[in-house]
């Protein structure tokens, strides 16, 4: 699904192609590179590029010429994003037609790209030979040895540590520069503070969540948080709000609410759902939307078009990501059981029988988004959080089907994605360019380990068990280079190590 730039711009005059097949086979029959370009709905340079550098003549001109031009959404396609994304958005890959990549470049102005797409064709032209032809295969798993799955305990020490290490005292949050809310991050320092009693782990959660409300990044005219802030102390937001944020947020607001009984979290949670409901939220009965975006309003002055900063409207991605979606469900069955809301609970069961109604492969297993029909099965995130939201509904309704579904999804991972040597791989079916190497991922493999130890409570299934060790015994270095990322994996590891798990 190919989409431009809200405001005005030509990018729709180049021969864009999405990523498949026939975009590959034509780059090989033309001996052409493929230019992979990989924006974000939200992202402001990357509506950039469609205004100024796609809606250019030349750049036009030159990409129809000598390329074959393939767009693709992060959100849409995160297992392409993933092998290809170099410094954010926008990504712009310049490939051979067997997906290996020549050179890279991020926003550049018209003129700039002009200048760069000319130099790759000529250099294209002068060492053809070396790159168009197709890069020796590789496999890289050849050389390892299935390991003994064993994991340590110190590592849910360090990780907390890291966490730690990296929090501002002042603003809250991770990190001296730009602010994310990683509501992962906090779940796994509220975890902490659970089992071990230390208030500083507790007192961080609380801090950051009370410094983003205070501040600029959450929103006083239409609620909700944007996703990031370019200053420590929140103040300068990128205006674009993420369910998945939205999700992981309500869910740190409802722990925090539960562990110290403030009425100002309750209160904090309570807005985070109206702005989901209110914003958010497709016909009843359906899923949620993905995100909403504001954007400048451009005007014309003295024949050039420049943007009103004052002024800004709204668009909202009215795809359905099954990811986000099913963490959705589980805050929303949450909010139902904390505070008290069967609304949140009628909601939550309703997205989630969309997802399984609507997201589903053929061939079982969920697919990543749905636009009037589902598109990109076997994406191991969208197994896991659907297998999780589903036994949140089991522990909420305590319905059969809920946990014979999740444990389908479990059985769906198992059979599809074991990784022989350690872990879960990300894809279930290798692709074409670099979707032929499957990844390994470290907070994948943590969520993964979460879904099978609570199967394992659920079902009393020993194998499940065993899986969330494969899972987390693929990975035993050290975790503090990780940082906030290693959250998931600490947050299943402390959970491994102090069984039975708690559904509910």
């Not at 071990?196 to 239409?222: I, K, P, Q």
């Not at 209110?278 to 024949?303: E, K, M, T, W």
């Amino acid at each position: 699904m190919i989409r431009f730039s809200p405001n005005q711009n030509r990018a729709h005059l180049i021969n864009w192609l999405e990523w498949g097949p026939e975009a590959f086979q034509k780059a090989r029959d033309q001996d052409k590179l493929v230019m992979l370009y990989l924006g974000a709905f939200w992202c402001g340079f990357c509506q950039s590029m469609d205004e100024t550098s796609f809606s250019d003549d030349e750049v036009i001109v030159l990409l129809n010429a000598y390329f074959v031009p393939i767009r693709v959404e992060n959100a849409q396609r995160p297992d392409i994003d993933v092998r290809y994304n170099q410094n954010g958005w926008p990504t712009i890959v310049f490939m051979t037609p067997q997906g290996d990549r020549v050179a890279t470049v991020n926003h550049l102005p018209a003129e700039d790209f002009c200048s760069v797409l000319v130099r790759i064709q000529a250099a294209c032209q002068e060492k053809k030979g070396e790159f168009l032809e197709s890069a020796p295969p590789v496999n890289l798993e050849a050389s390892a040895a299935a390991p003994e799955a064993k994991i340590r305990a110190s590592a849910v020490f360090e990780i907390s540590n890291a966490l730690m290490a990296l929090s501002d005292e002042v603003n809250g949050g991770y990190g001296p520069d730009h602010k994310f809310p990683h509501p992962e991050a906090n779940d796994f320092l509220l975890y902490r503070y659970e089992t071990t009693g230390d208030a500083a782990f507790l007192d961080h959660v609380a801090r950051t969540l009370s410094a983003m409300r205070a501040s600029e990044t959450y929103d006083n005219e239409d609620g909700g948080f944007f996703r990031y802030s370019s200053k420590a102390d929140w103040s300068e937001p990128h205006r674009e709000k993420l369910l998945a944020d939205q999700a992981g947020i309500l869910g740190n607001c409802l722990r925090v609410f539960q562990l110290t009984q403030r009425a100002e979290y309750r209160q904090l949670a309570e807005e985070v759902i109206g702005y989901v409901d209110g914003a958010l939220s497709g016909p009843s009965g359906s899923a949620f939307f993905g995100c909403q975006d504001y954007l400048h309003v451009p005007i014309n002055r003295n024949g050039e078009t420049v943007y009103n900063s004052q002024k800004t409207f709204s668009v909202v991605d009215e795809l359905v990501y099954t990811d986000a979606n099913a963490q959705a469900v589980s805050s929303y069955l949450e909010a139902s059981r904390i505070l008290g809301r069967p609304d949140c609970r009628d909601r939550a069961l309703g997205a989630l029988e969309f997802l399984w109604n609507h997201c589903r492969a053929a061939g079982g297993g969920m697919c990543h988004y749905h636009d009037g029909e589902p598109h990109v099965p076997g994406l191991l995130v969208d197994q896991i959080y659907t297998g999780i939201a589903l036994l949140d509904a089991y522990g909420a309704t305590g319905e059969a089907g809920y946990l014979e579904r999740a444990a389908q999804l479990g059985d769906e991972i198992l059979d599809a994605q074991t990784n022989p040597f350690g872990g879960f791989h990300d894809i279930s079916r290798e692709g074409m360019a670099h979707l032929r190497y499957p990844l390994t991922l470290l907070a994948e493999n943590g969520i993964a380990a979460m879904l099978f130890l609570r199967l394992a409570d659920s079902a009393g299934e020993r194998k499940y068990r065993r899986a969330a060790l494969w899972a987390l015994g693929a990975f035993t270095e050290d975790f503090t280079p990780y940082g906030v990322y290693a959250a998931a994996y600490g947050r299943a590891l402390g959970a491994y190590m102090s069984l039975p798990i708690q559904t509910s």
